[in-house]
């Protein structure tokens, strides 16, 4: 698990996730932007071979 503090999520940071999941052997990443009236708003799924 990593933890960034950044103002707003960069594609790199989603190829980035993606990345950690092929290294790890992991199907599901998620990004959270925790900045977001609804925290459903702010979760980002990214999937490793699905």
């Given at each position: 698990m990593k933890i960034k503090l950044v103002s707003k999520i960069e594609p790199v940071?989603?190829?980035q996730?993606?990345?950690y999941l092929r290294l790890t052997g992991m199907k599901l990443g998620l990004l959270v932007k925790?900045?977001?009236a609804l925290i459903q708003d702010g979760i980002s799924r990214i999937l490793n071979n699905l």
């Open positions: 940071y989603k190829k996730v993606l990345t925790f900045n977001e």
